[in-house]
Nanobody, 122 residues
Framework: VQPVESGGGMVPAGGSLRLSCVAA????????MGWFRQAPGKEREFVAA???????MYADSVKGRFAISRDNANNTADLQMHSVKPEDTAVYYC?????????????????WGQGTQVTVSS
């Protein structure tokens, strides 16, 4: 069930990047999926989440620039990043929720990926 992220890399400020996450296991469609990030020396922070129905929520810092989506047929949850800024540089983690509803709180997520590095150059 552990999610696996891909798509990280280096991108210039103002550019775009798409992160993908695949989470094997049954009943993927019944769980919320979330994306979090952690910059060096900082705590892990919420980025975006999508619940079982497809409703989304975002951190204020990425609202209007990032978009989360899910494909239940392929057990994937992607994060499309636009207009990236140097402060978006971090390791990005995908997580599967314990429940169908979304949350910005880490303890609402049961399974975590290993993370993928995103570096935004100024």
């Amino acid at each position: 069930v552990q999610p696996v992220e891909s798509g990280g890399g280096m991108v210039p400020a103002g550019g775009s990047l798409r992160l993908s996450c695949v989470a094997a296991g049954r009943d993927f469609s019944t769980y919320a999926m979330g994306w979090f990030r952690q910059a060096p020396g900082k705590e892990r922070e919420f980025v975006a989440a999508i619940d079982w129905s497809g409703a989304t929520m975002y951190a204020d810092s990425v609202k209007g620039r990032f978009a989360i989506s899910r494909d239940n047929a392929n057990n994937t949850a992607d994060l499309q990043m636009h207009s990236v800024k140097p402060e978006d540089t971090a390791v990005y983690y995908c997580a599967r929720g314990r429940y169908g509803s979304s949350s910005a709180l880490t303890f609402h997520y049961e399974y975590w990926g290993q993370g993928t590095q995103v570096t935004v150059s100024s």
